[in-house]
């Protein structure tokens, strides 16, 4: 049983709020209008949030609701490698197709997508990679057996996840642009978008929020920070980054955001356990095997699908590593890393509150 897949984005909630801030110069205080509203998306098992806070039109706030509703439905069900949709061809169609020589007409945003994770791909030396399906997919049932049946939980072997490996050659991926195309050539290799996916529909959201004129907006979609203008004030948002030891504070620690997008990625979310030891869901390219050097690394830059994707390779590679890596990109890139015994290190510019 796959838990965690459904094939809805639903809305649960509308929060409506009257909150009273107050401006920093000492003016009189002000009453800003707080909208919000959250949304539960399942595939990512997980919530999404869209608030806008400052003074904003009933009219306006519906708007960007259904904008958000829309164009995350739109990306679940391109992005879905589980689940046929009528009159969607998905990565599940561009899976299901490998080998078999026919390239798939897809959407335009969907090769541009696949080209930008291919770029992705080369910028991160390789390690992350969306053509790593055969491998996460041996990890993934290995996650649902645990869940289904703990006490039988247990690990991939070496050899099936080697066999694997030579399976996730990006340039297996063949896209062709004039065409509007897209197969894989190997018929053992898959298309796995999880560790982009989010973010770049982030962004685009962000994007359309951006053309439709509105400010004063913080996006959490899964985890996948976007914020778009300063909070009603003019100051920056603040924000808090999850502890990873869990049996300490509830925060690591607060940081400041601008106009940015901020993603992290943990092994304390998704894990089972086998023989004590929890197996998380960010697999190193290098070993097939969960990354063992961070509990948590977080990511601030300008664009939510470069976050995305730089936090999954950073999870994967030592401190230094990640250091060499960062001299991939000529963009501004921030970096909050917590190791193992939850030791903070970060980039020079993170904004910590306190
Ligand atoms: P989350 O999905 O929790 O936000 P990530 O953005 O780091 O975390 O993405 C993790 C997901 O990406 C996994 O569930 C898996 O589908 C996929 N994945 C795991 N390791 C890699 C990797 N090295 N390269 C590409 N995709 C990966
Ligand atoms: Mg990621």
């Known amino acids: ?179 509007g195309t897209v197969y894989i050539s190997d018929p053992s290799a898959s298309l796995d978008v999880g560790a982009i996916g989010k973010g770049y529909a982030t962004e685009r959201l962000y994007e359309r929020l951006c053309e439709m004129g509105a400010n004063h907006v913080a996006l959490n979609i899964g985890g996948n920070i976007r914020t778009i203008g300063l909070d009603p004030n003019g100051e920056k948002w603040q924000t808090n980054l999850t502890n990873p030891d869990k049996s300490s504070a509830e925060f690591a620690a607060k940081f400041k955001l601008g106009q940015t997008a901020c993603v992290t990625s943990g092994n304390y979310e998704r894990y089972f356990a086998v023989d004590g030891v929890n197996y998380h869901h960010i697999i190193d390219p290098d070993t097939l095997m969960p990354a063992r050097y961070f509990s948590s690394v977080t990511v601030i830059t300008e664009d939510s699908a470069l976050a995305d994707a730089l936090s999954t390779a950073l999870f994967c590679v030592s401190y230094s590593e990640g250091i060499a890596l960062l001299k991939n990109f000529s963009q501004p890139i921030e970096v909050i890393w917590i190791d193992n015994d939850f030791n903070i290190a970060s980039t020079s510019g993170v904004e910590f509150v306190e």
């Not at 919000?36 to 003074?55: P, R």
């Not at 509703?69 to 069900?77: A, R």
């Not at 770029?119 to 990679?129: I, M, R």
Request: negative net charge.
């Open 1 to 179: 049983m796959k838990r965690f897949i459904s094939s809805i984005l639903c809305a649960v909630l509308i929060i409506t709020a009257l909150l009273s801030l107050s401006s920093c110069n000492g003016e009189k205080s002000k009453t800003y209008k707080t909208r919000g509203k959250t949304i539960s998306y399942v595939y990512f098992n997980t919530e999404s949030t869209l608030t806008v806070l400052g003074e904003v039109s009933d009219e306006d706030f519906n708007s960007y609701v259904s904008e958000a509703e829309s164009l995350l439905s739109y990306y679940h069900k391109l992005f879905d490698i589980y689940y046929d949709y009528s009159g969607v061809t998905n990565i599940r169609k561009i899976n299901q197709g490998a080998g078999n020589g026919t390239p798939i007409r897809v959407d335009a945003e969907l090769l541009s997508f696949l080209e930008y994770c291919k770029e992705l791909f080369t910028l991160t030396d390789g390690k992350t990679n969306v053509m790593m399906g055969a491998v996460l997919k041996i990890w993934h049932n290995a996650r649902e057996n645990a869940a289904d049946n703990p006490e039988a939980a247990a690990l991939p072997s070496e050899e099936e996840l080697k066999a694997a490996e030579a399976h996730t050659l990006i340039d297996s991926l063949v896209i062709d642009r004039e065409a």
